[in-house]
C-alpha cells in the first residue's frame, strides 16, 4: 500500500453459491492519525488517508469544529510531523496571539478529546463548551425540493473511492442550487465531515453559508454541532436523525432533513428553507 491510498488491496475468498474461489478485493483503508497542537498531543482519531492535503483539511476542521480554533486566520501552519517514529502524526501550529487567548479552549480540549476522539464529544462539559462558541446561524436561502432530493446521486456520483470498496462515508457541501462545493470520503463520518469544513476553512471560506451539508449515512449530535461551528445552516442525511440531533438542530436554528430519496424526505425542523 502507498501511503495516501484509501483503498487496499486484499485476496480473499468468494463463495457463490456454494462454490469458493479466491479473489482480489479492495478494502479502505483506516490508519490512525495523531494531531498535536505545536509539541502537545491533542488527538488521535481512525481515518482514512487521502489525497495530499486531506491530513491537514481534518485537523483544520476537528479544531474549529471542536473548539479549538474560532477562525482559519488563527491557524499559522499543518505539516505533518517527520520525526515521529510511527509517521501519521500532523503538527497543528497557531499563532502567538491564539496560543495566548485561546489557552483554556486548548487545555479543555486535550483534557476531553485525546481519550476519545474517534467517536466525538461526550459528557455535558464539553457539550456545553461547544454550545457557548457556536455563533447565531444565519443561512438565508432556500432549495428546491427537487434539487435538494438529486443531491444524494450526485454525491455518489463523486464517491470514487466507495464505489471501489463499499466502505466508506461521505460528507460533501453543495451550493443551493445543487452545486457540488467540495466531497470528502472517510471510514468515519465525523473525519468526513471535518474534512469538507476543513478544506472551506483553508480556504478562507468559514463561515459556510450558504451551503447544504449532506452526508452519507445518518445525522448525529456530533454532525450537528461541527454543522453549527462552522456555520451550515441545512444539513441533510440519507438516513435518520437521532433525536438529540433534531434537538440541536432546533437549539442552532438548522434546517435538518433525514432519508432523503429522490422524490421523498422527511424535514425535522425549520422547512422554511425548502422552496415551495
Known amino acids: 500500500m502507498n501511503p495516501g491510498d484509501l483503498s487496499t488491496s486484499r485476496r480473499i475468498v468468494q463463495i457463490r453459491d456454494g462454490v469458493a474461489n479466491e479473489a482480489d478485493d479492495r478494502l479502505a483503508t483506516e490508519e490512525p492519525l495523531e494531531i498535536r497542537i505545536g509539541k502537545e498531543p491533542l488527538a488521535i ?3 482514512t488517508p ?4 486531506s491530513d491537514a483539511d481534518l485537523a483544520a476542521g476537528f479544531c474549529l ?4 480554533i474560532e477562525r482559519g486566520e488563527e491557524i499559522e501552519s499543518i505539516e505533518p510531523c517527520k520525526i515521529a ?3 501519521n502524526v500532523v503538527i497543528v501550529t497557531l499563532t502567538d496571539d491564539a496560543m495566548t487567548h485561546r489557552r483554556e479552549q486548548i487545555a479543555c480540549g486535550k483534557r476531553e478529546m485525546y481519550m476519545s476522539s474517534s467517536c466525538g464529544l461526550c459528557g455535558k462539559q464539553s457539550i456545553d463548551r461547544i454550545e457557548k462558541a457556536i455563533k447565531p446561524i444565519v443561512g438565508r436561502f432556500t432549495v428546491s425540493p427537487q434539487t435538494l432530493s438529486s443531491l444524494p446521486d450526485r454525491m455518489r456520483a463523486a464517491q470514487s473511492t466507495f464505489e471501489a470498496t463499499g466502505g466508506l462515508h461521505a460528507a460533501a457541501l453543495f451550493t443551493p442550487t445543487g452545486e457540488l462545493r467540495v466531497l470528502r470520503e472517510d471510514v468515519g463520518r465525523h473525519n468526513a465531515v471535518d474534512k469538507v469544513i476543513g ?3 483553508l480556504d478562507g471560506q468559514v463561515p459556510i453559508d450558504p451551503a447544504i451539508l449532506l452526508v452519507s449515512g445518518r445525522s448525529s449530535f456530533e454532525i450537528m454541532q461541527k454543522a453549527a ?5 441545512f444539513v441533510a442525511a440519507v438516513s435518520a436523525p437521532s433525536s438529540l440531533a433534531a434537538e440541536m438542530a432546533e437549539r442552532f436554528g438548522i434546517t435538518l432533513v433525514g432519508f432523503l ?3 421523498r424526505m422527511n424535514v425535522y425542523h425549520d422547512r422554511g428553507r425548502i422552496a415551495g
Do not use: F, K, N, V
Open 85 to 87: 517514529d510511527y509517521g
Open 45 to 47: 482519531t481512525m481515518r
Open 199 to 201: 478544506a472551506a476553512l
Open 65 to 68: 469544529t471542536e473548539g479549538i
Open 261 to 263: 430519496r429522490p422524490g
Open 50 to 53: 487521502g489525497p495530499p492535503g
Open 229 to 233: 461551528m462552522a456555520g451550515i445552516a
